[in-house]
């Protein structure tokens, strides 16, 4: 089953005090994985009626639902906060919610390029253009349980790079078995883990921070619980950050 970026913007310049809070309330019980920029007030834009400011954040989150589901229950969110579509209209938007981005295709690139979007991509660390790719199996994520050797997160991680660490798979036993399934220093994702240790022993930084952005989180108690954050996303989403990080460094050579 595969799973999607998700980004999208929300916009209200009515009662915003009240609708932008339910609306981020109603998204993290549809989707608990969500991340949300700070709410910032702007003057309307290409906006042809009378109005106030706007206030407007960007947010992403991932999911395993198709398009058209996704906006389905986007709309729904709408409604159910007095969103209406039907003339005549006073101009007064009480909650508005756009797709701005569906893994790495830009869906409304006049949205996308406003400034209040672009403050909030950066904050979230999102580059519509370099996203992990979460719509395919990844090369670790292959070796993920598969038997019969039944690799564990960070073991899986790990096989995955075989190629570029030249670990041993009797090595990668004996030092990684234990650090998977919350196992690692600090309850760390096992997977995470492991990603961390290979740009470590290229003198890279870690990735935690670009992996709590697209997660939500960084412990292996926290993915599995609240956040409901698929173990093989962990994994695919570990490898990604390396290769990212990797590229980054050798174009910096």
Known sequence: MNTHHIVISIGSNYAAEINIPAAMRLLRGSYPTICFSEPIENDPIDFPY???????????FYSTEDREEVGGKLKGIELQLGRTYTKPFDGRVAIDIDLIAWNNTILKHVDYSRPYIQSGLQELR???QTQPDMTKESRSETFFHNKPNNWNCAQ?????FQDLTGMTDEAIEDEYRPKGGGRAEGGLCGALYSANRILEAKGLQPVSQEFQAHAGGITCRELKGELKFPCNNCVRLAEELVEQRLSESQAND
């Open 50 to 60: 009378p109005s106030g400011r706007f206030t407007n954040l960007t947010a992403h």
């Open 156 to 160: 899986a991680v790990q096989k995955g």
């Open 126 to 128: 999102i580059n519509i």
